[in-house]
Each structure stands twice: as C-alpha cells, then as structure tokens.
T-cell receptor
Framework: GNSVTQMEGPVTLSEEAFLTINCTYT??????LFWYVQYPGEGLQLLLK?????DKGSNKGFEATYRKETTSFHLEKGSVQVSDSAVYFC??????????FGTGTSLTVIP | DTEVTQTPKHLVMGMTNKKSLKCEQH?????MYWYKQKAKKPPELMFV???????INESVPSRFSPECPNSSLLNLHLHALQPEDSALYLC??????????????FGSGTRLTVV
C-alpha cells in the first residue's frame, strides 16, 4: 500500500540556519511526491513537487529530490527565515485520486 | 482564477442545527475533495467527487452529506453533528487526467465548532 513517514517535530531553528525535514515513502507503482505548507489558521499550499525519480522540486529556496533508491523526498532549505514558520506536510499521490499525507512537521524559526 | 474559495471561514453550530459548507473553483478541475483536519494532525480524506459523481466515501457518518451540483461547486451539508466533529474542513480540487502529476489546490478551510 501507500504511506508516508515524516520526521517528528516540532523543529525549532534560529534564523539563517539550515533546514532538513525527512520524508520517506512506501508506494506501489510510480507515485508523484509533494511538499505542502500550512501557515497558522490557513489551508494547505503546494510548496513543491516531483513526478519521477531524480527530479528535484524547488520553490522559495526550498528543495527536495525524489530518490527512488532510498524512497525518500527530504525537504531542505539553506537559510530559513522567521516567515518560514509553519507546518510542513510530505505527501504522495499514486494513479488514483487519493493523496497520502505524512503527519506533518511543525517548524518554528526564531530571530 | 487559481483559487479554491470556501465559505464561511468560521462556523459555530449547535448539535441540532443544519448548516452547509460551500466550496467553489473555476480552474476547470473535475475532481473535488472534502478533507477534515483536527489540530496538529494531517488532513483526513472524507469524500472525492470525480466528474460530479461521488467516487470515494471514506466511511463518513451520514450526518455529513456531500453534494456536487455542478463542476465548479461542492457542498457539505451538516446535520446533528457532535462536538468531536469540530475541526478545520478543507476543500480541494485537482485535474483528473494524468492525475498523479498534479497536486491539489486547497481552499483556506472552514473552521467549524460544534457546541
């Protein structure tokens, strides 16, 4: 079956620190992988995606590479800002209409 | 228009009330979804509509009744809810064809409180 395992939070970093949030997946077939971000009181926003192995998704300084050999899609950012404080969800989508979300990782960036 | 619009943003209702949540998109997406999200948890799928037909019902209690009157609108009718139904209700939409390439577009949600 399909599932996503995401790094437990919460994560607290100082501004300009390096961020990694780990995500691994189990899937049948060849899923697409996504990172969503949820700011307090809001819905989920698509941050980046990758649709096949070795693809790198990137947006707003965040990056993630689809690694089929390690079944991973880790989120990274070289220098976080206070405005990056949010909850980050890793997700996969197979050939059906259903998404599978990780449990979410809360990030707080302090000045 | 690249948004999913949900109304109302906040709703407080009693356990005997009947209310409806509304979701609208004009991106030509033919798949629409209702998710329920409790605090500090990921969204949980409730319903999927594909081409205006209900394709997935994740064993949701009958006090939640979805409706898709046309390709742009999705409603969730609420009746006789319980306090534990209090949550953020998220609507999303997506393409149907080449489905795995596309992410969802989420609305901002309706924050529901049942008293």
């Amino acid at each position: 079956g399909n599932s996503v395992t995401q790094m437990e939070g919460p994560v607290t970093l100082s501004e300009e620190a390096f961020l990694t949030i780990n995500c691994t997946y189990t899937a049948t077939g060849y899923p697409s992988l996504f990172w969503y971000v949820q700011y307090p009181g809001e819905g989920l926003q698509l941050l980046l995606k990758a649709t096949k192995a070795d693809d790198k998704g990137s947006n707003k300084g965040f990056e993630a590479t689809y690694r089929k050999e390690t079944t991973s899609f880790h989120l990274e950012k070289g220098s976080v800002q206070v405005s990056d404080s949010a909850v980050y969800f890793c997700a996969l989508r197979g050939t059906g209409n259903q998404f599978y979300f990780g449990t979410g990782t809360s990030l707080t960036v302090i000045p | 228009d690249t948004e999913v619009t949900q109304t109302p943003k906040h709703l407080v209702m009693g356990m005997t009330n009947k209310k409806s949540l509304k979701c609208e998109q004009h991106m030509g997406h033919r798949a629409m979804y209702w998710y329920k999200q409790k605090a500090k948890k990921p969204p949980e799928l409730m319903f999927v509509y594909s081409y205006e037909k209900l394709s997935i019902n994740e064993s949701v209690p009958s006090r939640f009744s979805p409706e898709c009157p046309n390709s742009s609108l999705l409603n969730l009718h609420l009746h006789a809810l319980q306090p534990e139904d209090s949550a953020l209700y998220l609507c999303a939409s997506s393409q149907v064809l080449r489905v795995s390439d596309y992410g969802y577009t989420f609305g901002s949600g309706t924050r529901l409180t049942v008293v």
